[in-house]
């Protein structure tokens, strides 16, 4: 039976693929007897073909979704591998307690934030997801089990975080968790005029907020060329809210609003996109402001919308996400992606930028470290968007840059061998049983 | 309205809509005993109870077809949790049509799990409750029960048969204030159900779970889930004989 499943940016479109639901940690992996590799699949939320197995099985973790303990006296939860970040949040939340590091979805797996060492507005100061993952089971197809942490299997350990999921099947991991005594983030929206804006913005921020993010007005060129709002911020003190927490302060929003059906091609078009980024731009009127705000809004937008991506249509979207060095060079890149984005006639709907910081990453494949990250989307007008990816990468390459796996689907496998020097020793991790479609491409097999 | 499920026998627990029930009863910071086959997924179901808001969780690994432990068994539960108010009869088999139409063996397999074990569990636990003039008794039935038909009869006489001794035990049971749910789910997206095709009919388990305590809650005697599945079944019952027994279902 083909399977449906697809991964958020629904490019590149896959049908002969298979489903099988892992339900136990205890029982060993489900090896199909048709043969065919395998690749876990936890919410799909990764953007290209990370999470894709074109002519393999797909070992969809849904339903390995049990808590194994939390103690809220440390902050460490234990959890089967495809709980996702928001029931984490249910649970934790009003007993004080936040996730070290989140995306921009709380609609992602504990596995797949693992497997894709996720980061979030609070790189600069925590580092990546994997470094607050002190220990996980990985099962492999020939059965075996092993705990891994720094110090014990500390080699699979490196493997698995950041190693698309191919190293074989996460079980269980531990989180250790944050304090938060408000669940209210203090906020500061800041206004910038162009790129030279943001970085000092960035800079000045970088040791006093935990949170910060820029999201950038894609259409803006010449004088306003990567203007936009810096956005910076704080779990609010405790004292700002006299009552304790209480399940109360969970998010009642639940997703009220959801896209119910693919939008046609033509609702996302350069005015739609230019009306969009002016009307966000302008609704800060140029004025810096300061407010209290919800983490649920704060951290996931997004979420707010289910199945946000169906407003790109029945062609899906691309993301391009790279990172160039905090140097001119990468800044001067930087320029010239958002440039070329503006100029190409199909700018991205939502463009954002943030500093990473020098954490380093756990993982021999993490994507994250010192420099500048920037993110776009794209609608997929075909070899249109292609060949500009192609100049994108082309710019992140020269200036030293790479692109992120989980939100591609299109980088070469000659870059993909430059940027990502452990591979050779990373493959020699990679589960004889796994593979994914992103897998066979960077490898030049398909 | 009888009160709320606080110390709860769930049998078979590790099956799926077991599980969701059991989660939603541990938000509620309900007392389980769990009892399923398997002792390791049993654990991660505790495991999780606990971590959600149980204020007890104790399992053990049983086979309910043992039908000779099932008093023992009601007595350890009851001990364990210091009293027993509610208990979910979540276990069962599809069993398979083609296979029980050629071997009896295979025939009576299924009605002892979901029939002959249930009646075993029902007896002590309804005595119990019966004398203490209270309690919840939640039983999965199915709506495959309200009538035979060829492609699933054998499972279907064991959840019919189950139903109608419910009915009676409800009966006998009313003016002791005990309450029996009888819970007829319609397809339930389970690993139960993991070879069928999965059309718009299927319903998740924590669909059904939610729709189970909202009926033990309320007292309701029976209840379809989801709700649509009460005017599908008297369709099906409404049909005439004659014409029935030559359509294809």
Known sequence: MGSELQSWGRYPHVTEQREKSVTWASDSLPVPAEGGSLLPYGQGRSYGDSCLNAGGTLLTTARLDRFLGFDPATGVVRCESGVTLDAILRLVTWQGWFLPVTPGTKFVSVGGAIANDVHGKNHHQAGTFGRHVPRFELVRSDGSRRVCSPTENPDWYAATIGGLGLTGLITWADIHLRRMSNPYILQETIPFDNLDGFLSLARESEKDFDFTVAWVDSLGRGQSLGRGLFYRGN???????????????????????????????????????????????????????????????????????????????????????????????????????????????????????????????????????????????????????????????????????RLYPAKDSRMSAENFAAWYPERERFARYVDPAFSSSFWRRVNGAG | MPPMMKKVLVLGATSAIAQATVRLLAARGASLYLVGRNAERLEAVAKDARTRGSAKVESEAVDLDDLAQHEALVERAATALGGLDGALLAHGILGDQKVAERSYTDTEKVLRTNFLSAVSLLTPLANRFEARKAGTLVVISSVAGDRGRQSNYVYGASKGALSVFLQGLRNRLARSGVAVVTVKPGFVDTPMTADLKKNALFASPETVARGMLRAADKGRNEVYLPGFWRLIMFIIRSIPEPLFKRMKL
């Not at chain 1, 140097?327 to 100029?343: E, F, M, N, P």
Request: hydrophobic share 40%.
């Open chain 1, 235 to 401: 779990h609010a003190p405790p004292q700002f809210d006299a009552l304790p927490l209480s399940r109360s302060h969970l998010s009642k929003r639940g997703g009220g609003l959801a896209v119910p059906f693919d939008m046609p091609g033509f609702a996302l078009n350069r005015l739609s996109v230019a009306a969009f980024n002016w009307l966000y731009y302008h609704r800060q009127r140029g004025r810096a402001s300061e407010g209290l705000i919800h983490y649920d809004p704060f951290f996931y937008p997004l979420d707010g919308v289910h199945r946000w991506n169906r407003i790109y249509g029945r062609r899906g979207f691309l993301q391009f996400q790279c990172v160039v060095p905090f140097t001119d060079a990468g800044v001067a890149a930087t320029r010239d992606i958002l440039d070329r984005s503006a100029r190409s006639g199909m700018p991205s709907f939502l463009t954002v930028l943030k500093v990473f910081g020098d954490v380093p990453s756990p993982g021999w494949m993490s994507f994250p470290r010192r420099g500048l990250t920037l993110a776009l989307d794209f609608a997929n007008k075909g070899e249109r968007t292609y060949t500009l990816l192609a100049e994108l990468e082309r710019v992140t390459r020269d200036a030293g840059g």
